[in-house]
């Protein structure tokens, strides 16, 4: 299988099952930020995808030409979602779980540890093989009980994270119908 971190183009490694953030923390540390095209490798995304993203209010402007910690952060959360759900309702989402995009007094958590969470849900159901609600409900719990001291509001996320893993593997599910389409459509 090829596995890769979600919202990037970087494949899993056994580092990155607690802290999938700290395999991209490191570039930005030592440039300072990313430059769209850095972005959108890292990504797979088209820069005009991500200059659209950000002309819609749904990531931070950026200061200068490199892309900060808290912009990518939320250009990979969007990206690990819009396979499965349209992109008003990501936005709205973020905005459930953060508030404005611009101002981190509203948030509930910290987007590097809301994308941390996510990828260990996502990598332990991945190695469970199992997607199942109850499991991703009790996986969701038992992170946000972890992590409790760093949650301004434990139930509103519970409800957000099971809809973003949830989305995620329905994305990722749906590349597979893709795939699979496309080797019939090929043989016809």
Partial sequence: MNRLIPGTTIKFTEQARESAFSMIAPVLEATGGLTLSQLSKL???EGT???NWIKRGWVSATKGKKYSEKQILRILLINM?????KLDDIAKLMVYINGDVEDTS???IEEILLYDILC????TAEDEGAFQSEHIKELVDREVNENRKEIVDDDKLRKAM??????????????EMEKGLEVILDEM
């Fill in 120 to 123: 260990r849900i996502i990598f």
């Fill in 49 to 51: 995808t991500i200059q």
């Fill in 81 to 85: 979602l819009r396979k499965a759900m």
């Fill in 43 to 45: 990504t797979g995304l």
């Fill in 162 to 175: 099971f809809v973003m893993v949830m989305g995620y593997r329905s994305g990722c599910l749906r590349t």
């Fill in 106 to 108: 509203d948030d509930i």
